[in-house]
């Protein structure tokens, strides 16, 4: 993608003065090399995309195309999923609230379903003595202590004892069986210790509750940190692993444990890793203010759209063919359109900048659109551009008025 004033004066007339921009084979690229790097390793590896991180359909279009699962966490998701074609065995169902009928028609239409709770687990139960002669397959997600501050609130605790209750119960059933352990942590610095660990729990997890089979599957979840220019490295007080890394110390120990025997499928569920790099926001700087000795620029978008967690990458795309345009002072802080007074896009930004000039802020791909709330300004567009082509398409229209107050009663 080739970005100047003139392409980006372009867009505007056609999409607004604010968008998000979708580099659709930056992500196919990051699939296929985050996806090669295991299968190097392990070959019987498969990506389920967590659509949670990023459910812009094009993507998630794209992710079934690749050969990879549909890792969806509600009801929602899931339906996302079907609409666009995806099959229900190429689904992977996980998070905590599953309601009874969306868990059957899920686990009856050969969906990977990991069980969150002994809830869950009652319902599929339930569900096998209903349905004697239908044999019933699940998944678990598996909660063992990675070391963590906090006891994560996701899955089944293992070291409790909840393992050995549900295989003794679906062994008395006859119709039930665990296809698949999972697991997935969220920690803060994401580290190839962590990883390692929790690979080696799921393993052995594996070897204590199939001592005769190997599972279909074992699912070490996401929770990756994706590839990031220098400046954005530079933010972390801590080493950003890279794909190879994490590869290395999970798809290794499955092809140790594994040599020689059944290799059960290895499923990887990023969402960060492959999507945080592909998006960008584009932002028109509309005007410039100096309140005593600070000065500001507003830009048509906010922290919501960008969601910045650190200082996101930026690119000022100046409107050189304008002679009579009028330079700010710097440092000058790019703020947004909300009432907020910390709604800074970026704080004492360093190089003049004028009305009319584009704000390009990068790597808002993971948890921005899915996280921007209706708060004062409906979402913007989001134009999709194929490198092949080099062309620019919409993948969702700008949101209305009407579409943010439809469901409410007027
Ligand atoms: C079960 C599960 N899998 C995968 C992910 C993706 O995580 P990330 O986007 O950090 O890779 C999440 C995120 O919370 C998750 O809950």
């Not at 930056?26 to 019987?44: A, E, G, H, V, W």
């Not at 759209?305 to 002679?323: A, F, H, M, R, W």
């Amino acid at each position: 993608m080739k970005l100047s004033w003139q392409v980006l004066q372009d867009l505007e007339k056609k999409y607004g003065e604010c968008f998000y921009l979708l580099d659709l084979s930056k992500f196919q690229q990051n699939y296929t090399q985050f996806l090669d790097c295991f299968r190097s390793i392990y070959p019987n590896t498969n990506i389920g995309y967590s659509y949670k991180t990023n459910y812009i359909p094009k993507i998630c279009k794209s992710v079934f195309e690749l050969g990879g699962y549909a890792e969806v966490v509600s009801q929602m998701e899931y339906d996302l999923a079907i609409k666009i074609g995806v099959p229900p065995s190429r689904i992977i169902f996980n998070g905590p609230l599953k309601y009874t009928q969306d868990l059957e028609q899920a686990v009856l239409a050969g969906s990977i379903v990991n069980l969150d709770s002994l809830q869950e687990v009652q319902i599929i139960c339930e569900l096998a003595q209903r349905l004697p002669t239908q044999q019933i397959l699940v998944g678990l997600r598996c909660n063992f202590d990675i070391g963590t501050d906090r006891i994560s609130r996701f899955g089944l605790d293992v070291e409790g004892g909840d393992l050995d209750y549900i295989f003794k119960r679906f062994a008395e059933l006859g119709n039930c069986q665990v296809r698949g352990l999972h697991c997935h942590f969220n920690t803060e610095q994401r580290s190839l210790e962590s990883y390692a660990l929790r690979t080696k729990k799921i393993i052995e997890t594996t070897d204590r509750y199939f001592p005769d089979r190997s599972p279909e599957y074992i699912d070490v979840g996401g929770g990756y940190f994706g590839q990031m220019d220098d400046n954005l490295r530079k933010q972390f007080d801590f080493d950003i692993p890279t794909y190879q890394e994490y590869a290395q110390v999970i798809a290794t120990q499955l092809k140790q444990r594994f040599a020689g025997s059944i290799q059960p499928e290895l499923i990887i569920e990023p969402g960060v890793a492959l999507v945080a790099n592909v998006m960008k926001f584009v932002g028109k700087v509309v005007s410039l203010k100096t309140m005593r000795s600070r000065h500001l620029a507003l830009v048509t978008g906010s922290i919501h759209t960008v969601k910045p967690s650190k200082q996101l990458p930026l690119t000022v795309y100046k409107n050189e063919l304008d002679n009579a345009r009028i330079e700010s002072h710097t440092p000058i802080d790019l703020v947004g359109y909300t009432c907020m007074e910390h709604d800074c896009l970026y704080p004492e930004y360093p190089v003049p900048v004028s009305i009319g000039d584009y704000t390009v802020f990068d790597n808002v791909g993971a948890y921005s659109i899915v996280f921007k709330p209706p708060f004062i300004w409906p979402s913007p567009p989001i134009v999709s551009y194929d490198s092949t082509l080099n062309l620019y398409t919409l993948a969702r229209r700008q949101e209305t008025t009407q579409d943010v107050f439809a469901t409410y009663e007027i």
